[in-house]
């Protein structure tokens, strides 16, 4: 066996998974037509997690492992309703705006991007902070430093939307509907709740009837916000 396979350190299998999230998310890069309003999504959030397993490859990260353990079941909510809806399964109902309207030619871009952004932080966001805590044994006060880390590089991601996405700044006139339908959503305000929620899921894990019921009223009420965001203008 050569010496630097002989020698090679084990793969932490987060940083793995980690590895083969990216790798799906690509394959539908690929594959979806580049307008597609879940292509659009995927395409930001891809740009988004590339930037984290970089940060985790550099040691950037007090927690790399928690880091790269929530990544991964944030990414992997998002990947199970891709898979679900191309099997003919109704996606959540926060996902379902984006669906229902990806290919809808009054929808502009960064409709699509903040649709997917609301489900992803205002749902998923909250139940991935409690399956990460089942994963790695730990209470969600023990992730909430990886939890800003992920809501920073979301907000991160929310102004490269706004920035690469929309027209030019010129042409975004007080009268456009793009403008107020940008100014319509707050991803700071979606964090602050999602935080609250996943503490109270965790809390309520134990009336497993009870987190079920507020987790199906989670899911309306983003569904609602993402109908909001991709009104055809």
């Known amino acids: 066996m050569p010496h630097s396979e002989q020698f090679a350190p084990p793969v932490p299998p987060a940083v793995a998974a980690l ?3 990216l790798a799906r998310m690509r394959h539908l890069d690929a594959a979806l037509p580049p307008r597609d309003g879940v292509a ?16 985790v490859g550099r040691g950037l990260f007090r927690e790399p492992f928690a880091a790269a353990t929530l990544d991964v079941r944030l990414a992997e909510r998002y990947l199970a309703v891709v898979d679900a809806e191309a099997r003919g399964r109704r996606p959540p109902a926060c996902w379902r705006p984006l669906f229902r309207f990806r290919r809808h030619p009054g929808v502009r871009p960064p409709q699509f991007a903040l649709a997917g952004i609301n489900a992803h932080i205002g749902h998923d966001l909250a139940l991935a902070v409690v399956d990460a805590c089942r ?3 730990c209470e969600p006060a023990d992730l909430e430093g990886e939890f800003d880390r992920v809501g920073d590089l979301l907000g991160t991601l929310e102004e490269r939307i706004r920035e ?5 700044p010129d042409l975004l006139r007080i009268a456009d509907p793009l403008t107020h339908l940008l100014g319509s959503w707050s991803l700071e305000h979606a964090r602050d709740a999602t935080w609250s929620t996943a503490r109270t899921l965790w809390a309520l894990r134990r009336l497993p009837e009870v987190a079920q019921e507020l987790t199906d009223r989670l899911d309306a009420a983003v569904g609602f ?7 055809p203008l």
């Open 164 to 168: 690469e996405l929309t027209p030019d």
């Open 40 to 55: 659009v999504f995927n395409r930001v959030y891809l740009a988004a997690l590339r930037e984290a397993e970089r940060r």
């Open 19 to 21: 590895d083969g999230v």
């Open 135 to 137: 994963s790695l044994g």
């Open 225 to 231: 916000a993402g109908r909001m965001l991709l009104t």
